[in-house]
């Protein structure tokens, strides 16, 4: 007789409820024997998406690798917020070096555990958006072009968030940040400019690269032990929104995630040796505008009427990913 | 074993004897061939339980070496001028975090204009970041000060930089006698740091500090540079039992006795200044020399000591701070504010220039005499000053390296830039 699995999704989240799985389906942050890699009394915003992102991703990334691992942090608002001396939110090895330098770092943790054979401890670095596409940019390549044996997070709030929101490769069109400020004729970020990392760090073809949102945390849990099941270079890049440099609600910051995926503007993918090798499909597609609206660096685009022409280029950009990738029904272009 | 060696070749082997475990570097002359040869060891087998990396750049490699450090293993990088300005963010994080990584510094001169030659300008770019620096004055110092520098490294979780003269001595063949694995080892015990990146006991590296306790950490730092400096006398004579000779000590004397007039240098030029102290010793000029090894901590109260029955200390340095002197005789002065001898800042030997028996020689004879201003370049070309000066009159133009300059090389003929 077929067989015909239900599923219980959250309304509109699409998130399935913990208790309606099996074990071993069950989120890692569900299981009793979590890690709390960084754990509570660290300083971070209200609804951080970075806070929760890294939560998520070290405690997944603690369980695959059986609890042996060392972390390389990029300066940023996860390693400011996490450890004002003498405090420190990290239960496990934690170094923070400089803020263009954690994938060297990595490289370096990863070649002293190699002479000493120990092999059996993972490495993983992390930085921002500003510490990965741009100043940290040199050394993430080398890393990835050396295939050294590190998994490296980047978490994307698209800005400089923890010296005052300031524009970042990552930044994208028309968003407002304190060095691309609302004014003038062109209000917000250019058109044009920005780079893809995901899509550079394929064309490395390293082992595994993933992207991801905070608003689907299991997601971002498999794709880390995915990343784990890999020796050499990996990627995994999560878009994690923030409340401050956004100008959204603390209590949307799942909203918003979701919503860049269903735009399209965040497509979220997984991918081989420089070959995408799944994609998460848009369920409920969404026009850009009902992501864009409610956050405060976008606000220019509806006041004092919506500017229906950039928002139509936002639209475009979404257009585009959906094609290339197929991101609806069909195959990626 | 004694052997004709090339310095760079004498300092990988060096290298090679005092077991590290990670080695990263990106090339730049003159420190290419230790590099070389160290990669050609580890890729070969010959030097085992080494990792060695090449990155993609010199902010990389100090970078790599912090992580490898900081995971526990004994870590080696060498640079030089470009290459040092290049990763200095790192070098003084590394001395921040107390990792006690050790670095060559083949030292080179810093453009503009490029320059590939000798001096110690790099040296005094990271004087103040908080490493020990350790200057070789022959082949054999640079052997011996690196397995030294391991050992000191360790013992008081400080970076240390092992400068040696680019060219000079990185491509020099001498005469080095290299010590056995057994000696290096009975020298200097594997690598067993207090704390370090370890899953069974989680650390956090590198926490920030803001104003209730930076100034702490700093006294604190401090306080370690000051300790190094009976680590640096204790270690020395443990060397001594082992190898039969002492490298580091804080300087080295010639002829000091009766010495009214002593010639200060770092580096290689040190032998030079012997051979003109016992030329003008020939001539009944009673003058000695002191070659400084330990220049950072710097052994304020042994200069002291060493220099104050002298009547005048000419400072041969090999690198100018534009707009104040030379950084070498200022800490000097500054040492020696409570005794007699008058401080003569001698800029020699910028970006290659040889230093030779004959100009030393002459600076000490207007010393003698009395007429040594306090600031002099020595051998400054007159004549290519004279129609600089002269061009600058009639001709206004600007170029990369600034108007003069560009002046002063093309006046002067085609000089090829590498
Ligand atoms: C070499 C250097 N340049 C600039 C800075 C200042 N700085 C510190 S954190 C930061 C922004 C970090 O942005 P990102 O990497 O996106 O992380 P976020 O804070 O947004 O999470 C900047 C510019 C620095 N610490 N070091
Ligand atoms: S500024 Fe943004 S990234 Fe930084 S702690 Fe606050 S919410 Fe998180
Ligand atoms: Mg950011």
Redesign the interface.
């Known amino acids: 007789m077929p067989f015909q699995p239900i599923k219980f999704y959250q309304t509109g989240s699409f998130v399935v409820g913990n208790r309606l799985l099996s074990e071993d389906q069950r989120s890692v942050q569900s299981s009793q024997a979590r890690t709390n890699s960084l754990t509570l009394g660290h300083r971070a915003c209200q609804g951080c998406g970075e806070a929760l992102g890294a939560r998520y991703a070290l405690d997944a990334a603690m369980r695959a690798s059986g609890n042996q691992m060392v972390v390389a942090n990029a300066t940023g608002c996860l390693e400011v917020f996490t450890t004002p001396f003498p405090e420190t939110s990290w239960q496990i090895p934690w170094i923070h070096s400089l803020f263009g330098n954690s994938a060297a770092v990595g490289t370096g943790i990863a070649a002293a555990l190699r002479s000493k054979g120990k092999q059996d401890i993972r490495v993983v670095a992390q930085a921002g958006d500003g510490g990965t596409v741009d100043i940290g940019f040199g050394p993430l390549s080398g890393m990835f072009e050396r295939n050294d044996d590190v998994l490296f997070i980047c978490y994307d709030n698209e800005a400089y968030m923890n010296t005052g929101v300031q524009r970042s490769g990552a930044t994208p069109p028309a968003a407002r940040t304190a060095t691309t400020d609302a004014v003038g004729p062109h209000p917000g970020e250019d058109f044009g400019k920005g780079k893809n990392l995901p899509l550079i760090a394929m064309a490395h073809e390293i082992p595994y690269v993933a992207t991801a949102t905070v608003a689907e945390l299991r997601d971002l849990e498999y794709k880390v032990e995915k990343a784990m099941s890999f020796h050499g270079a990996r990627y995994i890049h999560v878009l994690v929104p923030c409340p401050l440099g956004w100008g959204s609600a603390p209590s949307d910051t799942i909203r918003l995630s979701r919503m860049a995926k269903e735009t399209g503007l965040f497509p979220v993918f997984e991918a081989e040796g420089g070959e995408v090798t799944s994609v998460s499909k848009i369920r409920h597609r969404l026009p850009v505008e009902e992501y864009l609206r409610p956050q405060r660096r976008y606000q220019h685009l509806f006041r004092p009427q919506p500017d229906t022409q950039t928002i139509g280029r936002i639209q475009a950009i979404a257009d585009k990913n959906i094609s290339r990738f197929g991101l609806l029904n069909g195959e990626p272009k | 074993m004694l052997e004709q060696i090339e310095g760079s070749q004498a300092v990988a082997r060096a290298v090679g004897l005092s077991r590290p475990?990670?080695i990263?570097a990106y090339p730049i002359s003159p420190q290419t061939h230790i590099v070389e040869a160290l990669s050609v060891a580890v890729k070969s087998g010959a030097l085992e339980?080494?990792?060695f990396?090449?990155?993609?750049?010199e902010?990389?490699a100090l970078?790599?070496?912090?992580?490898?450090?900081?995971?526990?293993?004994r870590?080696y990088t060498a640079t030089a001028s470009q290459g040092l300005l290049y990763m200095i963010?790192?070098v003084y994080?590394a001395a921040g975090?107390g990792l006690p990584i050790v670095m060559t510094l083949a030292n080179r001169a810093i453009g503009a204009p490029i320059n590939i030659w000798n001096d110690h300008s790099d040296a005094m770019a990271v004087r103040d970041a908080g490493w020990i620096q350790l200057f070789a004055e022959t082949n054999q110092d640079a052997a011996d000060l690196h397995i030294y520098a391991f050992r000191l490294a360790e013992q008081l979780s400080v970076p240390v930089m092992v400068n040696m003269d680019g060219f000079i001595l990185t491509h020099a063949t001498e005469r080095v006698d290299l010590p056995s694995q057994e000696q290096v080892d009975a020298f200097l015990p594997p690598y067993a740091p207090r704390t370090y990146?370890?899953?069974a006991?989680?650390?956090?590296?590198?926490?920030?500090?803001?104003p209730e306790?930076f100034t702490e950490v700093r006294y604190l730092a401090s306080l370690r540079q000051h300790e190094a400096l009976s680590s640096i006398e204790q270690i020395d004579e443990e060397f001594g039992e082992v190898f039969g000779r002492r490298p580091c000590g804080f300087f080295s004397s010639y002829r000091m006795e009766d010495a009214e007039i002593v010639a200060v240098a770092m580096g290689s030029a040190v032998g030079t200044l012997k051979d003109a102290v016992d030329d003008m010793r020939e001539q009944g000029v009673r003058v000695g020399a002191l070659g400084l090894r330990t220049f950072r901590p710097f052994p304020a109260d042994a200069i002291r000591s060493a220099l104050s029955g002298s009547r005048s200390v000419l400072v041969f340095e090999r690198a100018h701070s534009p707009g104040f002197g030379g950084q070498l005789s200022a800490d000097i002065a500054a040492t020696l504010r409570s005794v007699e001898p008058t401080v003569h800042s001698v800029v020699s030997g910028l970006g290659g220039r040889p230093v030779t028996r004959r100009s030393v020689a002459s600076a000490i004879q207007a010393s003698a005499k009395g007429e040594l201003g306090l600031e002099t370049f020595l051998d400054l070309d007159e004549s290519l000053l004279k129609r600089e000066v002269t061009e600058l009159g009639t001709a206004r133009r600007s170029s990369a390296t600034g108007g003069a300059v560009a002046q002063i090389i093309e006046s002067s003929g085609p000089q090829g830039a590498r």
């Open positions: 475990e990670v990263c339980h080494c990792e990396v090449n990155v993609e750049s902010f990389a970078s790599v070496a912090i992580g490898a450090s900081a995971a526990g293993a870590s963010e790192a994080n975090l990146l370890d899953p006991d989680p650390v956090s590296i590198g926490a920030m500090v803001g306790a």
